[in-house]
């Protein structure tokens, strides 16, 4: 009876989360005791309901209880640990269909809480013990319970595999060296965990070194987005200042000119009425004279009519008399064609400016795109490639629609033009490359230069006009079984020949150009990071007759 007293006591103080013994045992409101962790685990995933409830009775409580351990239960769980005795085992105890279950264990089975890598058995609490009480298993790996333990075995000779063959990179028992595996490279389990666990802890390292790069780069790009919208706001504010600025200089000039015109318009109107009121006086007098001499024209006494004729035909000149002309233009044409004017100086300024903004915009690199990692990455920014027969060398031969050039020993009589390569046998591509650009190139034969380079990079001379020598040009090389990079003369040397079939990724904006050695997988043989300020073309070096490159077309 005392026993079983014990053993209900067990099973009240177990948590109907992780059934088992609690462990900081606490009691949340509706009555419910749990291990502390598991509770707060089991509200961890509530949080975003912003309700938490009693896993058993399912009581909600809002705001999230605060736990305090229940040192009641607390001492009751160690009393039950020094008696030594295992909770009951109640029916959460058996194992389930997805358990892994006791090998011990007759009849119904508890479910297993360690598995013996030694023994290669799963074992649950009360059968554990030895492994615990005896020295003969302090050796022994306990790990979590496992289905997978007859994997240890050998399905040949029945052992536990406890080796592990190098040559066939597997995992074998300690007999299959004396047949299958005779004279393989063979170590101990053990001793290749050891390895392969320090390689994993370095391989651990550099991604963790990668994570700490990474986020780093993460909170450059947020500081970075963070400047790029606050100078945005500030570009904006200056842009409405200035703009609005010189809109209120606009208006002023418009009044301005108005006040001119309109004073114009008033000296101009009382300079004419001025004229007007004079003529209307002339014009008075004229017509008392003319009354005059009408009268004396009817007078009938001749002696009257000779007496008063000097006096009334006596005509007083007008030598202040005004003469009038009439505009053959609009009083104000001058004026607005000088406002005419100054709108369209204004309008094509302002359409320039425009222009130059926009490209100042759209310019700007804000994000750098990362570079494709697979061939087919890459191919999304493929070109296709030709070459512009009025550049190419007198000793070389372009075929297959200009796509592939051939290194030849006579002359060819090409007509002259001031884009042809003269000493050296080299042309360029048709295509002017900007932007994010990918092609291949592949080769065989003789010595070669995969280039890059400037529209305008020399045309004659010695090393001024060769790829690579010159800062208008990027040359990748393979010269008598030694590779290399050019530029500007500077040379950087590569181990062994390149491939035969080479990748090249211009990111012209961002001023990367990247060589790619192309098999199943891309790898990079040089990478260069600079500034382009023009346009670049494709480029090509042979060396030698005989020697092929040609431009594959891509899909």
């Known amino acids: 009876m005392e026993q079983k007293g ?7 103080i177990s948590c109907s989360i992780c059934l088992d013994l609690l462990k900081d045992p606490v009691t949340i409101p509706c009555g419910h005791s749990y291990c502390m962790s598991c509770i707060q685990t089991h509200w961890d995933g509530e949080d975003g309901k912003n309700i938490h409830s009693c896993p058993q009775c399912r009581q909600t409580f809002t705001p999230r209880p605060v736990l305090v351990k229940n040192t009641m239960f607390a001492d009751l769980v160690e009393q039950l640990k020094k008696t030594g005795l295992e909770p009951a ?23 297993a809480v360690k598995s013996c890598l030694v023994c290669l058995v799963s074992y649950c609490h009360k059968h554990l013990q030895p492994h615990h009480e005896s020295a003969a298993f302090k050796k022994h790996k306990l790990v979590d319970p496992s289905e997978k333990l007859q994997e240890n075995i050998c399905s040949r000779h029945g052992e536990v595999m406890k080796m592990f063959c190098r040559t066939d990179h597997q995992c074998i028992c300690y007999l299959c060296p004396v047949d299958e595996h005779k004279g393989h490279d063979t170590v101990s389990s053990a001793a290749e965990r050891t390895e392969r666990q320090t390689e994993l802890e370095v391989s651990r390292q550099k991604i963790q ?12 790009l947020q500081q970075e987005a963070e400047t790029i919208s606050r ?17 209120r200089l606009m208006e002023e000039r418009r009044r301005d000119v108005e ?14 009425k001025e004229l007007e009121s004079k003529l209307e006086q002339e014009i008075t007098e004229l017509r008392r004279k003319d009354a005059e001499m009408d009268k004396l024209s009817h007078t009938h006494d001749h002696n009257q009519f000779l007496l008063q004729y000097p006096s009334v035909f006596q005509l007083r000149e007008d030598p202040d008399s005004p003469h009038i002309h009439v505009h053959p233009r609009s009083y104000f044409e001058d004026v607005m064609t000088a406002v005419s004017e100054l709108r369209d100086k204004l309008q094509l300024s302002l359409r320039k400016e425009r222009t130059n903004i926009s490209l100042s915009i759209t310019q700007t690199q804000v994000l750098l795109e990362p570079e494709p990692q697979t061939r087919a990455g890459f191919l999304q920014y493929s070109r296709q490639i030709t070459l512009d ?14 796509r592939k050039v051939t290194g030849i020993s006579p002359r060819q009589n090409y007509p002259p033009h001031p884009d042809r390569f003269i000493y050296y046998r080299q042309v360029l591509s048709r295509e002017s490359l900007t932007g994010r650009c990918y092609w291949e190139v592949e080769w065989r034969g003789g010595d070669v230069k ?11 001379g010695d090393a001024e006009c060769v790829f690579g020598l010159n800062e208008n040009s990027w040359a990748l090389y393979s010269i008598d079984n030694s590779s290399g990079f050019l530029h500007n003369r500077v040379r950087s040397c590569f181990p062994g020949p390149v491939s035969s079939r080479i990748g ?4 012209h904006t961002a001023g990367i150009l990247s060589f790619y050695s192309v098999s199943e997988t891309m790898t990079r043989i040089h990478r260069v990071r600079t500034t382009f300020t023009k346009p670049l073309y494709a480029g090509l070096w042979l060396c030698g007759s005989g020697s092929t490159v040609h431009f594959p077309k891509l899909h």
């Open 6 to 12: 014990v053993q209900l006591d067990q099973e009240t």
């Open 89 to 111: 085992a109640a029916d959460h105890c058996y194992a389930g269909a997805e358990d892994v279950a006791c090998d011990v264990c007759t009849g119904r089975k508890l479910k």
């Open 209 to 220: 070194q990668r994570i700490k790069d990474k986020q780093k780069d993460v909170k450059v």
């Open 231 to 247: 100078c945005a706001d500030e570009a904006v504010k200056k842009n409405h200042k200035i703009l609005t600025e010189l809109i």
């Open 259 to 272: 006040r001119q015109i309109r004073s114009k318009e008033e000296t101009e109107v009382s300079r004419v």
């Open 389 to 402: 027969p009025n550049t190419v060398n007198e000793r070389l031969s372009l075929s297959e629609e200009n």
């Open 450 to 460: 995969v280039a890059v380079a400037y529209k305008d990079i020399k045309r004659k």
């Open 504 to 507: 090249v990724y211009l990111d």
